[in-house]
């Protein structure tokens, strides 16, 4: 016999004063037994649960719609989009989550799996807006626990700007036993803009599928943590060169879009040092930097020894995207 519980942990704040109001979840958020917790979906708008539910012709290619939105016997749900980019896998990656469910965009962090010759390989799906994404196994006697978690920053620059939202929705998303996902309507959180510098917040989603073989019983657990934090988005990033004497051998500042995936260090130059730039409404400029050495533990890709640094840079919205930049040692 097989029994599923499935909750969400409640928030859990790290700076005073930031949450001012949440939407409760539906309850048990209309799925079944067969159904799997992969992630959620934060959206900077509650998710349109319209009950209009619109079917194609089974069996047509990956990138069409499955079902538009709609609602079941078990609930509320909206269901999304393989876009043909994604496959073979049967959820969508990356970017593409995005624009997987109709009529709303948002961020995914999720785990996806694919099953070849009766193998099954789990892997991160998640929008590369994410950064610290972490995920994990543990085994014991009884229980199978998977867990994932990443952080999603949100810019302070455009904290409190009338034209921006106050509030994102953390929403779960499930995968059907027939190879179709979904998200239901998830919490909403907002915050005090006037407080939300130097803010942080985690929010989990876990579900446990138990199964009894007589009096024994075996559990699988999947738990989904998204962080959010405020910072300042780079605008514009320098990149400084400084000899053994700290003498600067070269500076050079791109706007965040167009940092170079990849910087060398100069001949002579014993340290690299990115400075990330934002100017907030009212003119303060906000800056954040991080420093390489020649001599720090740097690791070695295919003979070149480098450090990934990982910023989080201005977008047209709220959220900022995640600009990844390595910080090379040429081969000698």
């Known amino acids: 016999m097989k029994k599923t519980e499935r909750m969400q942990i409640l928030p859990v704040l790290l700076a005073c004063g930031m949450l001012t109001g949440c939407q409760l ?31 194609t012709v089974p069996g047509e290619p990956v990138g069409t ?12 749900r909206l269901y999304g989009v393989i876009p043909e980019t994604s496959a073979p896998w049967q959820t969508p990656l990356g970017e593409d989550w995005r624009q997987a469910f109709p009529g709303t965009t948002g961020y995914a962090l999720c785990m996806v799996a694919e099953e070849e010759n009766g193998v099954t390989t789990i892997r991160n799906g998640s929008d590369p807006a994410y950064g610290k994404l972490g995920s994990g196994v543990t085994d014991n006697e009884s229980e199978r626990i998977h867990k994932q978690s990443g952080t999603l920053y949100l810019d302070l620059s455009k904290v409190g700007k009338e034209e921006m939202p106050r509030t994102v929705w953390i929403n779960p998303v499930y995968r059907t036993q027939d190879e179709r996902f979904y998200l239901t309507e998830g919490e909403g959180i907002s915050w005090d803009s006037s407080e939300a510098e130097g803010a942080s917040y985690s929010y989990s989603v876990r579900e446990k599928i138990s199964e009894s073989f007589g009096v024994e019983e075996q559990a699988e657990t999947t738990e989904i943590t998204v962080n959010l934090a405020f910072v300042y988005a780079a605008q514009e990033v320098a990149v400084y ?10 500076d050079t500042v791109y706007p965040a879009a167009e940092l170079p995936e990849s910087i060398d260090f100069l001949p002579d130059a014993q340290t690299v040092l990115l400075e990330s730039r934002c100017t907030d409404s009212e003119g303060i400029l906000h800056t954040e930097r991080w420093s390489v050495g020649r001599h720090d533990s740097l690791t070695d890709y295919d003979g070149v020894k480098s450090q990934v640094l990982s910023l989080p840079v201005q977008s047209e919205g709220l959220v900022a995207e995640q600009k990844s930049v390595s910080i090379c040692l040429p081969a000698e």
Request: a negative charge; zero cysteines; hydrophobic letters at 35%.
């Open 65 to 76: 719609e499955v079902i538009v939105s709609g609602t079941s016997a078990d609930g509320e």
């Open 25 to 55: 979840a539906v309850a048990d958020s209309g799925t079944t037994q067969q159904d799997r917790l992969i992630g959620v979906y934060v959206t900077t708008e509650p998710v349109a649960l319209d009950g209009k539910t619109e079917e």
């Open 241 to 250: 060169q400084f000899d053994e004497a700290y003498g600067l051998m070269e």
